[in-house]
């Protein structure tokens, strides 16, 4: 009975992400959701478990969190040295060199400060602790649900399939990660025409930059063109200056043609499933899908991703955070 009854938050956290993702699978409640279950798992099995098996467990719960953070540390700052290396020192670079450089600092205070072992040192102890866990649950639960969501097939057929610019090599070039998109837009049209559906429309999204010759939408649209597609299928949308903006923008150009269209977007895998949040967001009527990244650039890509998540629902988050650090100073005062 005590085993059944340690499972019971499990269902139903089960049950509300079904119910979530029935509704709508672009929502980040959906992945808050889905580490909620993981999470209840973990808290129910020592809860189920014998005295003598659940002690290992705990153990190796704490084991893995500790070692995890060290490792995680190592492999962000190799990462952040290699995107330096390899695509200069831009900010946005920069991001997974600061966040191992972050959490190794993070292991050195907590130290510094439990052997101190004064009151408000217990205090900020406790509230960095408490704080550094929400962030790290909200952190996996993004990489895990938008890693899931990057797994849905796109179902044939859909009437247009809206690629989302990024920037320009040169102002005029298109770039190897906007290659990627645009080449993942093509299969979804080669695939789609293969099967004997209509063709779908090719439309480009993205708007010209201060550092940019022509709009991006020009440069993929001639891409497009240049590696097979018919110019009649190919559209633009050339206002657009952000990724909500692409998405309302071309949203309209698509309910001017038809009210009730399909669509597919296609982006970069690490930004597919924020840019789903957006779409939903904005309107539009249709799930995102991800084209690969090399794997060097993908971790600073995905840490701007999440902070870029965790600001649009910054009330929220701060309010979390508050509620944690008093909680942290409320048990460290005596």
């Keep these: 009975m005590k085993s059944a009854v340690a499972f019971i938050p499990t269902v139903l956290f089960a049950l509300a992400l079904a119910y979530s993702v029935r509704q709508d699978r672009r929502m980040f409640r959906n992945a808050v959701l889905l580490g909620l279950v993981v999470f209840s798992v973990g808290v129910a099995l020592p809860v189920a478990l014998p005295a003598h098996r659940a002690e290992p467990l705990v153990v190796g719960y704490f084991l893995l969190v500790a070692s995890g953070g060290v490792a995680l540390a190592v492999l962000l700052t190799a990462n952040g040295v290699t995107m330096i290396r390899k695509e200069g020192r831009r900010a946005a670079n920069l991001l997974s060199l600061l966040l191992g450089l972050a959490i190794a600092a993070l292991f050195v205070l907590l130290g510094h400060l439990v052997e101190r072992g004064e009151s408000a040192a217990s205090a900020t102890a406790g509230a960095l602790v408490l704080v550094g866990a929400y962030v790290s649950f909200l952190f996996t639960c993004f990489l895990g649900y938008a ?66 010759l022509l709009p991006e939408s020009e440069a993929m649209a001639r891409w497009l063109v240049d590696h097979g597609i018919p110019a009649t299928h190919v559209r633009q949308e050339n206002r657009s200056r952000t990724t909500e903006q692409n998405l309302r923008y071309s949203r309209e150009i698509m309910i001017a043609d038809d009210p009730d269209y399909t669509c597919v977007v296609v982006t970069n895998n690490f930004h597919a499933f924020r840019a789903a949040v957006t779409a939903r967001r904005a309107g539009v009527r249709g799930q995102v899908t991800g084209s690969a990244t090399a794997r060097y650039y993908w971790p600073s890509a995905t840490i701007r991703e999440f902070i870029a998540i965790v600001w649009e629902h910054r009330v929220a988050n701060a309010a979390m955070a508050a509620l944690l650090t008093a909680a942290a100073v409320y048990l460290a005062v005596p």
């Design 147 to 212: 890693f899931l969501y990057g797994r849905i097939r796109v179902r044939a057929p859909v009437d247009y399939v809206l690629m989302l610019g990024c920037g320009l090599l040169g102002g005029e070039r298109v770039s190897p990660l906007l290659a990627s998109r645009l080449r993942k837009g093509m299969e979804v049209y080669e695939r789609q025409t293969r099967e004997g559906w209509p063709a779908p429309v090719m439309l480009t999204s993205g708007g010209q930059g201060p550092d940019e």
